[in-house]
């Protein structure tokens, strides 16, 4: 008797089951239909390691339904629909939203940060005031390349260091971009064994360990309680973050003179005080948590993203030497070999500048970001329910046959206009790098700066090429990561004839 009540009970749960997902996805967008407990994670878990999400695309199109055990998640894979999702009138904030299991343990670690935190008056908020501080900073664009040249000189030693000058890019890439975001943030000009360097180096690697473990805590959530090394790796990564940035807040706080932007902190708290004076709501949270939050946005998500970003791009540099001597070529004919480069100098690089965005579209560096929904939406006629994570596939956007012809090959000319002119950075809809709409990176000036500085600068002075008898690197990318950085693979930097010492 007990055995039939179980089976009914089962077979009633097991129907009720099947005609709920029906009924929540059949105005939905397609996609696989969830496992019972599991969702779609088993259909994820076997399409790729690494690309699971592209790989579904090639079957269920260019919008898809995925179920998780915390909610539902749709898949956008076209510049059209990511630009319907998040710029459509009426409609950019109903994607605005993080919810803390979503992206969970990510929000554990940042804390109180732009990238991160839910929507709300709090986020609005903090958001106007790095906007501000960043139109404030940005308008000293110009001195902000200068200061890059501390970080540049830093690599060109560390190149100089190494036994005929091999080395591993990211190994110097990551630490030298810690100590320009750095000196931009405080004015202070930090050594590459500095502590600050060593922390934000090892809350990187927490982080990209982290990687696979979003979808991890959602199938079971009472693992966030349990003593893992991943919950220990959690921990360490906040206790990095309390000791690096509210000390260094405080610090500049009390010498802070209204009026003076000495750097970019100062611009942050500038801006929070004139956005303040302007704000009626009063669940905005506090200063001394929003402003080491977005000093923590700054070094963690700027130095992550542009290091890989050149990782990348050096990686294509020696398998492609016909780009580089293009490079070469141009940076001789623009900047001579009397002088180094300097940012006047961009707007006659534009090779250059085009080599660094076809990097960013072709590299498959982010696969999916996204938000959640605030608010029942519709997306291309679906219905798109409150809650719902809303992923952004830029891997699928940037390599989508319909935007770039031929998407698999490394093609810088493809930002160049007819006259040989970098048509920018923004001039190609589904260029998506840096995100779309209100939720996009407010940073982005910052890294292009960046990119710039330590391109131009490395390849102006040097060659690059793999070590006699290295076997070719491979692009695929091995692991599943944050942000997805190339194998590591060493090159040798060759020494080009100049004029000039740095």
């Not at 008797?1 to 059949?26: N, P, S």
């Not at 139109?135 to 001195?143: D, R, V, W």
Request: net charge neutral; with cysteine; proline share 7%.
């Amino acid at each position: 008797m007990i055995v039939e009540v179980l089976v009914t009970l089962f077979l009633v749960w097991f129907i009720w089951f099947f005609v709920d997902a029906y009924m929540k996805r059949k105005n939905m967008p397609p996609g696989p239909f969830p496992y019972p407990f599991l969702g779609n994670i088993p259909q994820i878990m076997s399409a790729d390691p690494v690309r699971p999400f592209s790989k579904l695309a090639e079957t269920y199109g260019d919008m898809y339904t995925l179920t998780f055990p915390q909610g539902m998640t749709v898949i956008l894979n076209t510049a059209t629909l990511v630009r319907e999702a998040r710029l459509a009138p009426g409609k950019q904030e109903d994607l605005m939203g993080k919810t803390p299991d979503s992206i969970y343990p990510f929000t554990e670690i940042m804390g109180d940060n732009l990238t991160t935190c839910d929507y709300s008056p709090a986020h609005t908020f903090k958001r106007k005031v790095f906007v501000s501080a960043m139109h404030t900073f940005g308008a000293g664009l110009e001195q902000a390349a200068v200061r890059a040249g501390h970080a540049v000189n830093l690599a060109m030693n560390e190149i100089e260091k190494k036994p005929d000058r091999h080395f591993s890019p990211k190994s110097i890439l990551e630490s030298c971009f810690v100590v320009q975001l750095w000196e931009w943030l405080t004015s202070e000009q930090i050594s590459l064994s500095d502590p600050v360097v060593k922390d934000m180096n090892e809350l990187g690697e927490i982080l990209s360990r982290c990687a696979v473990l979003v979808t991890v805590y959602q199938l079971l959530p009472f693992l966030r309680y349990l003593p893992t090394s991943a919950n220990r790796d959690i921990k360490r990564a906040e206790e990095i973050r309390e000791k690096v940035f509210p000390p260094s807040y405080r610090a500049i706080q009390n010498s802070y003179t209204a009026g003076t932007a000495r750097h970019l902190t100062d611009s942050f708290i500038s801006a929070y005080q004139k956005e303040l004076a302007k704000e009626i709501r009063k669940d905005i949270g506090t200063k001394d948590t929003a402003i080491p939050g977005l000093m923590m946005n700054v070094v963690v998500v700027g130095s992550e993203t542009t290091s890989t970003w050149l990782t990348w791009f050096f990686l294509y540099m020696v398998l492609f030497p016909k780009v580089q001597r293009k490079i070469h070529e141009e940076l001789d004919e623009v900047v001579g070999r009397d002088r180094v480069p300097n940012r006047q100098d961009a707007e006659n690089l534009p090779y250059l500048q085009a080599a660094l965005c076809e990097v960013g579209r072709i590299c498959r560096m982010v696969e999916v970001v996204g938000t959640n929904a605030i608010r029942d939406t519709s997306i291309a006629g679906y219905h798109i329910p409150k809650g719902t994570f809303v992923g952004l596939n830029i891997q699928k956007v940037h390599e989508n046959e319909r935007d770039w012809p031929e998407p698999r090959k490394f093609k810088p000319e493809r930002f160049l206009d007819e006259d040989g002119k970098f048509v920018g950075w923004t001039k190609k809809n589904a260029f998506l790098p840096f995100g779309i709409g209100r939720r996009e990176c407010p940073g982005q000036p910052l890294a292009r700066v960046s990119m710039y500085s330590f391109a131009s600068a490395l390849l102006h002075r040097y060659e690059f090429d793999l070590p006699e008898g290295a076997e070719m690197p491979s692009i695929k990318v091995s692991i599943p990561q944050v942000v997805a950085r190339p194998d590591d693979y060493l090159v040798v930097a060759k020494p080009r004839e100049l004029n000039v010492e740095f």
